[in-house]
Each structure stands twice: as structure tokens, then as C-alpha cells.
């Protein structure tokens, strides 16, 4: 089982960036697709981001391509969330999960604590 700690979160100003980390620890972390969740208040949890083990199969949820970006190190054990030009509406928690398959939003597990994104207007 992959255990998985966020950190990156914090308070900024709409247009600021953050890059989010997600570190892993797992024997199987090099052979899982990882994703990034987020859920804001009173809304239900939403697929943000996937990653496959090797990079090279990527989802990014439709209306934020072009300011959100995801990629791994696996020799750091670790998936970031680059996340730009950021908007009050980008405000939620935001989860780290592993899955099997990149692209099931359904198949992911193994959540993370989670770390708090505030962007103020």
C-alpha cells in the first residue's frame, strides 16, 4: 500500500502560482499513476490531475489546461501540481491518490491527508 503526504498549500493572491508535492512511500509508488483531487466547500470532490508511472500518459482536467501542470519524480517519490494564474475558485483541499489506471477518477485510493489552497481576490 502507498502512503502519500501533500504539502504546498497555502494563502495567495489571485494570479500567484503554488506547485503542490505529494511524496509517496510504498514499494509499489514507481509502478502506480498518481492524481490530484480537490474538494471545496460544500462541492464534492473532483479529478483535477493524473499522471502515469512513466509520464507519459497525462490528464488535466478540460477548464484548467494551459494553468495547471502535473509531473512526477519517481526518484523523489514524488508527484507535483503546478498550478498558475491562480482564481478564487481554485479554493478547496487539495488530495493526492494512486491508482492503476490514470484516466478512472473512480479507481484512485490511497488519499493523502490533503493541504489547504486559499486564493483571495
Known amino acids: 500500500q502507498v502512503h502519500l503526504v501533500e504539502s504546498g498549500g497555502g494563502l495567495v493572491q489571485a494570479g500567484d502560482s503554488l506547485r503542490l508535492s505529494c511524496v509517496a512511500s510504498?514499494?509499489?509508488?514507481?509502478?502506480?499513476?498518481l492524481g490530484w483531487f480537490r474538494q471545496a466547500p460544500g462541492k464534492e470532490r473532483k479529478f483535477v490531475a493524473g499522471i502515469n508511472w512513466s509520464g507519459e500518459s497525462i490528464y488535466v482536467l478540460d477548464s484548467l489546461k494551459g494553468r495547471f501542470t502535473i509531473s512526477r519524480d519517481n526518484a523523489k517519490n514524488t508527484v507535483y501540481l503546478q498550478m498558475n494564474n491562480l482564481k478564487p475558485e481554485d479554493t478547496a483541499v487539495y488530495y493526492c491518490?494512486?491508482?492503476?489506471?490514470?484516466?478512472?477518477?473512480?479507481?484512485?485510493?490511497?488519499w493523502g491527508q490533503g493541504t489547504q489552497v486559499t486564493v483571495s481576490s
Open positions: 491518490a494512486d491508482s492503476h489506471s490514470v484516466y478512472d477518477a473512480f479507481e484512485y485510493g490511497d
Open positions: 510504498g514499494p509499489t509508488f514507481s509502478r502506480q499513476a
